[in-house]
């Protein structure tokens, strides 16, 4: 019994995982205003090592559609503005010598309903990650009771785990429409 619970945990601790990590991914696609997290992914390189952009400078937000990012050292700033140029965010920075400004641009109606197909399979991955736990906890729940544990317990375990699936992958769906909401408000 003490091995079922150890599995339900283990289930439970990598659901969220999948929820956690769908929720960081869609807050990299860009609903229209200016967010310092759209930069999160980008690696700038600094004495020859790939380091995070919020670790080289400060990305503030002094309107709805501009990103300011001011590093902090000045002979950065070329290799920031590398990294945005070959980053898959699309945008254009313009450096001054001392701060780099990103303008977001307005979202098109095309535009916003591609970031809603992306956004839908971000969550879809998510939904998988989810369902292959499930697999995987079942299976380990059906060589318990090849092992002798009692069938009435390893049946609960399983109700358990589905419920846990249909709980996770309800959180995914809530997201998604929060964020589809997001895209396409004007």
Same mark, same amino acid.
């Given at each position: 019994m003490e091995e079922i619970e150890l599995f339900l945990d283990e289930a439970k601790e990598l659901m969220q995982k999948a929820v956690d990590h769908t929720s960081s991914e869609?807050?990299?696609?860009?609903?229209?205003?200016a967010m310092p997290t759209m930069l999160d992914g980008i690696m700038v390189q600094y004495y020859g090592s790939p380091t995070p952009l919020n670790q080289v400078s400060s990305v503030t937000t002094p =309107?709805?559609? #501009?990103?300011?990012i001011k590093p902090f050292e000045r002979k950065t700033i070329s290799d920031?503005?590398?990294a945005i140029i070959n980053s898959d965010l699309g945008l254009s920075p313009q450096n001054n010598g001392e701060i780099i400004i990103l303008t977001?641009?307005?979202?098109?109606e095309e535009r916003r309903i591609t970031l809603v197909k992306q956004s839908k399979n971000e969550c879809e991955t998510g939904k998988i990650s989810?369902? #292959?736990v499930r697999k995987d906890i079942m299976d380990s729940l059906k060589k318990l009771q090849k092992d002798?544990?009692?069938?009435? =317990?390893i049946k609960r375990a399983e109700d358990v785990v589905q419920?846990? #699936?249909?709980?996770y992958s309800t959180k995914?769906?809530?997201?998604?429409?929060?964020?589809e909401i997001d895209i396409m408000k004007v």
């Open positions: 869609l807050i990299r696609i860009r609903a229209g205003k =309107d709805a559609r #501009t990103l300011a920031i503005e590398k977001i641009p307005m979202l098109t989810i369902r #292959t002798g544990a009692a069938e009435d =317990d419920k846990l #699936t249909d709980q995914i769906d809530e997201i998604l429409s929060k964020k």
